[in-house]
């Protein structure tokens, strides 16, 4: 479920980026709208459940059972401040400029909010590279099978109400 959701966040960052380069091109009209739409609704509600998900369960697994690993521990602590700055940077700097496009008060993208979503997707993709290369691969080493299936049912039913 966990890698589900890092394919839905590259699909929201690559529709982030396809409306940036469709202002350029075509200019704002409804499609962009909708885009700017999509995006909102993937990281006002997905995105938060997905740090949420870890944060309930990879993270507490791997604290708990990769103690005396320094590197495990410091990567850990990482990940969680990644998810705190990612929340203060997606409110209100990026979800703000999307906001404003959504709602037709705004045309375009400022500079100043073009280099805000470099940032943002920038973070995104270092934070999920070392959830995909180190963290997941550490947690399914140390969490077995039955526990990764009652993960799995926690994650999916927190979803449905």
């Known amino acids: 479920m966990l890698d589900a959701c890092h394919d839905r966040v590259r699909l929201s960052l ?43 369960h990879i993270f507490p697994a791997l604290k708990m059972r990769c103690a005396g690993d320094a590197r495990i521990q410091s990567l850990v602590r990482q990940l969680e401040q990644d998810h705190e700055e990612m929340h203060q940077f997606w409110n209100p700097v990026v979800r703000e400029a999307l906001l404003a496009l959504a709602d037709g008060s705004q045309s375009g ?25 180190i963290a997941y691969p550490q947690a399914r080493a140390v969490v077995d099978e039955r526990e990764q299936q009652a993960m799995g049912r926690e994650m999916a039913a927190r979803r449905r109400g």
Request: aromatic share 10%; with cysteine; net charge negative.
């Open 14 to 56: 690559k529709l982030l980026a396809d409306l940036r380069r469709y202002l350029g091109e075509k200019g704002c009209d409804d499609s962009a709208r909708q885009a700017a739409r999509d995006v909102l609704r993937y990281f006002d509600v997905a995105a938060p459940l997905h740090h949420e998900d870890e944060e309930l």
């Open 109 to 133: 993208f400022t500079p100043g909010q073009e280099a805000s979503f470099d940032v943002f997707e920038q973070r995104y993709a270092r934070h999920m590279q070392l959830e995909d290369e």
